[in-house]
């Protein structure tokens, strides 16, 4: 805001009400009897007493009840959830140690059985020439005696 010099007063020219205009005094002097009228009216006027403001807790006590049961619900299946994937974990682990278990038990087998083909293969020797003759009768005996 832009001042000029014959805009700005003198302070110790306001002050004295003396060097102020008639119409101007004038117009002071009735906007403070006025001002003065308005308090004692204010003043001296009855006033009722307010209550505090209340609040409603029944309001409040159902919001944050149903905060907590709405909470409740979520982690409740979250948890159903976490617990779920966990026992599904469990299980699968359990199905590929359980075929781990059937793999190693097939090759073991298989491995006996190659053992034994080995053993019966050394064990197992042919008659030898010598008892040819008896061998050919026990044989012949034994279809006989049927």
């Known amino acids: 805001m832009n001042r000029k010099d014959e805009d700005v007063k003198l302070t110790g020219q306001a002050d004295n009400p003396e060097t102020l205009e008639p119409e101007l005094r004038e117009a002071l002097g009735n906007f403070k009897l006025s001002v003065d009228a308005w308090s004692e ?27 907590v049961v709405f909470a409740g619900t979520v982690s409740g299946g979250l948890y159903q959830n976490h617990k779920q994937l966990e026992a599904q974990k469990v ?9 781990r278990a059937t793999e190693a038990a097939k090759l073991a087998k298989a491995d006996e059985e ?33």
């Open 91 to 99: 299980e699968a682990a359990r199905i590929a140690e359980q075929q």
């Open 41 to 67: 009216a204010m003043i001296g006027r009855p006033r009722e007493a307010k209550a505090p403001a209340r609040t409603n807790w029944s309001a409040v006590t159902k919001w944050a009840l149903g905060c």
């Open 114 to 146: 190659d053992l034994m083909a080995d053993v019966d293969s050394d064990v197992a020797r042919q008659v030898p020439s010598a008892l040819e003759p008896l061998a050919t009768l026990m044989t012949e005996d034994e279809t006989q005696g049927n």
